[in-house]
């Protein structure tokens, strides 16, 4: 811990228990190890600029950044860049928001119900185990060509790690926990509540860390298959017409996008997981 | 406030390990907690004291027998009962106060008013400046005496202790004894109490049962005529010495009649 | 003759071709060529790479990672408006391959019908889109006078289902499988215009430090396509084996054969018109995939290695 | 526990404890809960039958089991199911080997050094988070379109998950027994082998469960973006020929080969956290 | 076998708890062993022991002063100081016998080797019949009769106890006490033991300390004039009950200048 550290907390002390939650993760927020990120991607630009006005590749397989830049501007200018990001994003989070239900859900009961497990495991692979592809035409099908189909693709690709992890944190609970709860007539909703979900949300968040990147990728593929806006949309489009700007851009806010959503499941976590860091 | 008497019959239990070792734990005992009454359990490390506890408090079935709470079979733990675990069984995620306030929260007694209630005991536990504290900050004894608290907020009519004060030192203990005696005076809650400590256990108790090793029986009861309120001068009264010589000499007798400690 | 190749072995030159699509009876005459020699006449082997990704192939041909590859028409412009130095030099479909399917029942007859109806395409680019943007316009619809609905390639499953009016498709294959569900109509797109369908590529370096190579190739392939258009059942016998097909896929693969010599028929082979490349390349602004045009759209594509048209022949004489 | 499973813990007694695990494994493992999956598979199949009789969807959509039956003895005696079935495993098994030790290394060293998160974590997102279609290319460019693309494919989906985990069971490792391990001088090594390693084992294991899917689906993708062969190219063909039976074989190969895996991790887990069944 | 002196300088040392609070654990605490001692250290719960405990073992730093091992600074945890944490610290996945057998383990002893020396061991604790169980499997006491074995395995130079006995019966506790002061005898390491039993503390050892409530540090300390072997007899010797005495005021005396418990 840094003496600066020590200050701040001795600063904590004077505000009250939430605030001071509040303050201790803006105040790791700001934590200069952040900046280390921003410096080498700025250099990984450097580097980019170089290469690009080197001319050891052509311009078509690696563009001028400036190039992409404009490409920026240009279609922040004209909104679509914005139309695209918030279909994507919406694709996306629609699908890690039904995700998240089946899979915490099933991953709860397969997890508590050992006899579950059994029988539900081997659709649930089948489920997972289909190529996206395989099964594109059926989801279209089903529920229409349009935002829907994106949204389930991405929910498909994105529920099974995240039932898999809930399954490892429920079964990770302390049989002596338990059985404390148990002492106390806890009913199954409060053992759940305040015993399990809080015991099982490190395996849990790791989950979250994992679906948020997948449900962007969903999102993504599913514009890959059929659309006509959103990110993948750009990406494909941009790979037809020999436009890599558009790929670039594409993809780089791909990452963004993927990025907050990772760094906004870690700000959760550090909040919920304080309490592991008590004590050390 | 009703009166309960929660009785043990015949109970026998055994654990099969994961060697396939059978273990076994109990062997038919018959025990009896009148109401109001303070009992205390004595006996060797692994004579299966703790499993008798977890029987009584409806945490395990019995292989064989039965208890009965107020003549009926008890199947699941109860509110009424309450038992403090040897172990720490606090949650990792929670603060002092919000572990001890965690019964009458799953009891739906509202935040303002657990969290009184949690913070009174742990001003009686010595642990108030800790009441934010994270159990991962706390020293083993406080870890206790943490313990100790949330089993005593939900006013039980049936008290369970589990070596409730072994990882104290001697001038707490002997604080705590006061405060439970006088929590038992104001409640007449029925206290059966499992301890190392035969002084401990004398000095408390009205009946003291001694537990033999493995499988373990109830070997030997020993009545404690005091009165209450008792004072510390009682440790050093005769009838008291002798009353300890005799718990010492049953579970010496049940112990040289197994040939190794354990 | 089979001594001889071996011993021609180690001189041949090795080639690898990429192809946008899966082993199929598609690309006979890709087989009947190599099976009959005419590669190797020109001393040519040929190495075929099946990748669904044609934007890989573009890029690979531009950087001579790759030196010959069947891609469409559209692409090339879109290709050399990036730089990347690709030359179509040969076609391989006479006629454009894509075309809208209707249920027979349809009142669909032509482009003009198509107003107001639900149309499936693949996506928003690539050939399909191109072909039926140049329906449209052909009919002077564009498309906000209709709905048009993008869906992959699930063309058969929603057409079954019949969740759209009209489905654009590539007519060689897909007609023939939603025909299973009831009969179909195909409004062809090379009825109604002329556009540029997918061709022999190659790129500019191949085409200057090699040129006897993409003129071997060229050759092979039209010979190819002819023995493909004249004895369809042979080349079909020849192209079995390369398309491993299951048992009961043969006979509508026979009638996708067919199909597809219909598309290769032409009085000339591989040959492109000039007005053809001008349309394409008119789509591609309207459909602002293109945001200017080529500079030189002549430069996309050589005639230099096809055989003389008849007139030329005559002007010759 | 039944009072069969009683009984054969007697006769385990007897046996050595290398032996008792064995068998104890192999009895878990003939349990009759395993015989439910098998008896739904067969309802549903008897579902399928109905449907596909019924003349409800066309046979390009949904084949009738006996044709599929029939590609499946097909291709089976010409060996070329063999074929497509080696070549996936053998892709997805790589892409998982290499997954695996990118992941377990990565995971190790970002959980143990805190500073590692803050550097690498944008950069990894980034890998994740490019769709794989959009690197496709590059990828084909730097290591050839033979099977090295489609392993490097497989494993380029496959590491992330298995990442996370390992991160989320390592910091879950308790401090006071790391202080224990301490105590006792341990070495770095030492301390990863005896208590991080089964320490995280829960976490590996899930993660695992999630990484051999992911590889399987994988290789199939990149088989779909170019191959001859495989069971994602047989999937592609058949859908590409309308050839619904390719398809449904392609697909229920696949699942197989997940199963597998999946019931390969789910045995070793099985022996490995034997001791969470301890005391219980 | 060579002797080492571990020596206590000045030793501060403070957490801060996650609430902000800064808790002064330790005070100025000076302490030294001399080789071949046997020093038990009483005091409060909370008053620090744990801590002085983990920092004598050199796994944390104080936040001031400094621990000496014959005279150079202790660094980091060595293999000739042993700890018997007051915790539970088994690794639930080894079993009884291989928890036993980690420290040898560690330290490349081989597997046949280290094995009979955990089974002599356990055959002491009277755990023989539970060397394959886990440690889930096992009672309180058990459970800590592990963890002393465990212990003591290195045969250590310096070793650090921390309420070993704390959940064990009155007659376990004693038997334990003489296998302690037999294996000391025998090896004449240096011993530092924390304990809430005076009584325990005095039969022991040649030294008791006493700890203050926080911020702890020595109190006084107390020489015991009984030569070894010991005899229970010792338990009724008048000099025995003035020296409890002695230990009983001194803690009583600390307690009173603070105004509460804990
Ligand atoms: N979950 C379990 N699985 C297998 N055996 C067990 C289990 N719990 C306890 N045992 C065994 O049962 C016996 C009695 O254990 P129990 O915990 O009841 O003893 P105890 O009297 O509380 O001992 P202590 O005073 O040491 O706490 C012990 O031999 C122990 O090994
Ligand atoms: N990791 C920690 N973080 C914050 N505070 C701590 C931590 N460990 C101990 N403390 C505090 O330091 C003080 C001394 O703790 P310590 O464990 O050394 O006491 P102890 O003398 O061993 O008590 P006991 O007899 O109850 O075990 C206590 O007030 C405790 O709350
Ligand atoms: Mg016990
Ligand atoms: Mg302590």
Known sequence: MTSLEIQFKRINTKLSSTWRFGWQIIWRILDWRLFIAPMITYGIYRYWLHTAESGRYPKFILPHPDTVWLRFQEMYADGSLLLHLKVTLRESLSGLLIASVIALVLGYVIARIRILNYILIPYLIFLQAIPVVAIAPIIIIWVGPDIKSKIVIAALITWFPLMVSTIVGIRNVSPQLREMMRANVANPLQVFWHLELPSAMPEILGGFKIAVTLSVIGAAVGEFISSREGLGYLIVVGRSISDPASVFLGVIILTAISLTLYIIVAVIELFLLRWKRAGS | MSQFVLAVENVSHTYTTTDGQVVKALHEVTLCLSPKTFTCLVGASGSGKTTLLRIMAGLIRPKSGQVLLNGKPLRQPQRRISLVFQRDTLLPWRTVRQNVALPLQLAGVDRKKRFMQADQLLDLMGLSEFANAFPTELSGGMIQRVNIARGLITQPDILLLDEPFGALDALTREQLWRELLLIWGRTHATVLMVTHDIREAIFLSQRVMVMSTRPGHIVKEVEVPFDYPRHFDLLTDPIFIQKEAQVREAILADRLSSSRLG | ?317
Chains 1, 4 share one sequence.
């Open chain 3, 1 to 317: 003759t089979a001594h001889n190749v071996q011993a021609q072995d180690d001189e041949l030159t090795k080639v690898t071709l990429f192809l946008s699509y899966i082993p199929s009876v598609q690309f006979a005459p890709i087989y009947v060529a190599i099976e009959r020699g005419y590669f190797a006449e020109n001393g040519i082997e040929v190495e075929i790479e099946y990748n669904f990704d044609e934007a890989n192939g573009v890029d690979r041909l531009a950087i001579n990672d790759l030196q010959f590859g069947i891609i469409s028409g559209e692409q090339v412009i879109l290709a050399r408006s990036a730089e990347k130095p690709l030359v179509y030099v040969m076609a391989w479909y006479q006629n454009f391959p894509v075309g809208v399917v209707v249920p027979a029942d349809s009142d669909i007859e032509t482009p003009e019908d198509l107003k107001g109806k639900m149309v499936s395409l693949p996506g928003f680019q690539g050939a399909s889109y191109i072909g039926l943007r140049a329906l449209l316009g052909s009919a002077e619809l564009t498309e906000r006078d209709l709905q048009l609905v993008p869906i992959g390639f699930s063309a058969p499953e929603v057409m079954c289902e019949r969740q759209v009016d009209a489905a654009t498709v590539y007519i060689a294959n897909e007609p023939l499988t939603i025909s299973q569900c009831y009969d179909v109509r195909v409004i062809p797109v090379s009825e109604y215009a002329t556009l540029v369908s997918n061709g022999l590529v190659t790129n500019e370096e191949t085409l200057e430090s090699n040129p006897e190579l993409v003129a071997g190739m060229v050759d092979a392939l039209l010979r190819g396509i002819a023995d493909t258009i004249e004895d369809p059942d042979a080349a079909f016998e020849i192209a079995l084996p390369y398309a491993d097909l299951p048992e009961d896929q043969i006979e509508t693969q026979y009638q996708v054969l067919l199909n597809s010599v219909e598309l290769w028929r032409a009085d000339v082979l591989g040959w492109t018109s000039e007005e053809a490349w001008e349309a394409t390349q008119q789509i591609l602004l309207e459909t602002e995939l293109l945001r200017e045009p080529l500079d030189d759209l002549s430069a996309a594509y050589t005639y230099e290695f096809l055989p003389k048209l008849p007139e030329e022949v005559v002007e010759e004489e």
